[in-house]
């Protein structure tokens, strides 16, 4: 009975680690955007939008300390001037899946798409 009630809020903390983790994420790449924004007048635009990408020496963000979240992506797509979306890819091990962050001058910024 005890493991009954037990795991369902053992889950229930660990999801909430990487939601976490993954709006902590979120922020540090949202705050090197404005910054790469307010440098260079647009959204940095990765011209090869892959995972693993070496984004700390381009946007000084480091994510080597990350449990869940180890490897995202930027797309700003054709005007990065009117924003970006940041693809968080959750390792297989913890049940892979996406947690997609966007942000848009005209509509501000979501969360969207996360697969628990």
Known sequence: ILSVISVPIYRGYVDKA?????????????????????????FYRDPIQEYNRNYDEILGIDIRGNKYFTTFRINSGVNPNNGFQIILNKKEEFGGGDFR???????GTSFFNYNA
Do not use: V
């Open 18 to 42: 990487k939601w976490s983790e993954a709006y902590a994420l979120s922020g540090l790449i949202l705050s090197a955007e404005k910054s790469y924004f307010s440098e260079y007048g647009n």
């Open 101 to 107: 962050f966007e942000h848009r001058i005209s509509s």
